[in-house]
């Protein structure tokens, strides 16, 4: 039988950064759709408190393993991001004052293609302006994906929200915050 997974984030408030309004909401949502779909689903938001990169590392890691359960695995973020260095980097709930609390959506691919999962898709409804600031810049991130030796490389899959150094929007869609991708994708 063939098995699905995804991990869904959705962050509202990372650092000092402009609190977002629907992130966290429109995770939950894409997760509760995917999880009717059939897929094994962990979400990660901050209504209830801080997340950090790391809590989504563990959750990914939790899907990818040797020998790899799944054949599709969905990598899903909602939240503040930066494009700097020539790489995404998704912002958790202490970035940018730790430099590690992010993604390097990037470096994730580039792990994920030796995951041993056939088919990894990431969607990243998450700005990708430049960082207004020097501590923005100083955002590296982690890859969050585990470094296997795995000899065929996984097909990857990607959509972002927007193009390089530009912002991604939310706003009122039918009287509910959204963010414009995970409304449009849902």
């Not at 939240?79 to 970035?95: C, F, I, M, N, V």
């Not at 929200?161 to 869609?173: C, D, I, N, Q, R």
Request: proline share 6%; glycine share 8%.
């Amino acid at each position: 039988m063939l098995r699905k997974a995804a991990v869904i984030i959705g962050v509202d408030r990372p650092g000092d950064y402009t609190p977002l309004k629907s992130a966290a909401s429109g995770a939950e949502e894409v997760a509760k759709r995917l999880t009717d779909q059939g897929y094994d689903v962990t979400c990660l938001t901050d209504k209830n408190g801080p997340i950090t990169a790391q809590d989504a590392k563990k959750a990914i890691r939790n899907f990818v393993t040797q020998p790899p359960r799944y054949h599709m695995l969905v990598v899903y973020f909602s939240g503040h991001g930066e494009y700097h260095t020539r790489a995404d980097h998704w912002l958790y709930s202490h970035a940018p004052t730790d430099t590690d609390d992010a993604i390097n959506l990037e470096g994730a691919m580039d792990l994920a293609k030796y995951s041993g999962i056939p088919n990894v898709v990431f969607i990243s409804d998450a700005c990708r302006s430049l960082p207004n600031t020097l501590s923005g810049e100083l955002v590296k991130g982690i890859d969050a994906f585990p470094n296997y030796d795995v000899p065929t490389a996984s097909k990857i899959d990607y959509f972002k929200a927007t193009s390089e150094s530009l912002p991604a929007f939310e706003g009122k869609v039918d009287g509910e915050n959204q963010g414009f991708l995970t409304y449009g994708g849902t």
